[in-house]
């Protein structure tokens, strides 16, 4: 996974988190800290300053709030989803606060692994079978190759799809295309409603489907 990577692991269940926390360290992964509640989320962020989260949702307290916080406090934090829930609207909005994975409990550990180098490489991961349902599940069409220009996504909004698909966040787009994040989540605003989809993953996904070029830089 490159460099050493600190993790923080916040699971209500302690067997499982052992589990898990046998499972990924290694020499370049190092847990420094463990929680299992909504508020323990919020101590090992603050104290032990992870690189990566991996929570599971369903812990005593708001789980996605804790998350929404964590994010907030560190914005370059890459949270990961560890849950049992596959329910569409947890996803959802795990998805739209802003975490690079969701991954449902029950996966083998060469896949967590295999989801968490992805992730630690600034792409985004989530359960394929969540990933196929949110798409069929979304309000748009399957878009044809040629469709990008037909559904009014300028340079702009491909330029952010690009950046968006290296899993950047938003402080991080904003510093690379020299703008606020106020204005980041305006362009997030806009290329969302165009391509009708509500998450970043969605996004990216319905990008892939057009076969938007992510390898092309985009000259403004």
């Not at 290296?166 to 204005?183: F, H, I, M, P, Y």
Request: net charge positive; no cysteine; proline share 3%.
């Amino acid at each position: 996974m490159g460099e050493r990577v600190r993790v923080a692991v916040v699971d209500g269940q302690p067997i499982f988190r052992k589990g898990l926390i046998g499972t990924i360290a290694s020499p370049t992964v190092t847990v420094v800290a463990e929680g299992e509640t909504a508020d323990d989320v919020l101590r090992v962020v603050k104290q032990s300053k992870p690189d990566v989260l991996i929570l599971d949702i369903s812990i005593s307290g708001n789980g996605l709030e804790a998350a929404e916080s964590a994010l907030h406090i560190r914005p370059n934090l890459k949270v990961v989803v560890v849950t049992a829930s596959d329910n569409k609207g947890d996803v959802a909005e795990a998805l739209r606060i802003g975490v690079q994975g969701y991954i449902v409990k029950g996966v083998s550990g060469p896949q967590l692994i295999d989801a968490l180098k992805i992730i630690l490489s600034g792409g985004q991961y989530i359960t394929p079978s969540l990933a196929t349902n949110l798409l069929m599940g979304s309000r748009s069409k399957v878009l044809l190759s040629d469709k990008a220009n037909e559904i009014g996504l300028t340079l702009r909004d491909r330029q952010v799809l690009r950046h968006l698909a290296k899993g950047l966040s938003n402080q991080e787009l904003a510093d690379k295309l020299g703008v606020s994040v106020r204005t980041i989540k305006y362009y997030l605003t806009q290329v969302f409603r165009k391509m009708h989809v509500g998450s970043r993953v969605e996004a990216v996904l319905q990008a892939q489907k057009i076969r938007l070029d992510f390898n092309d830089e985009v000259q403004l």
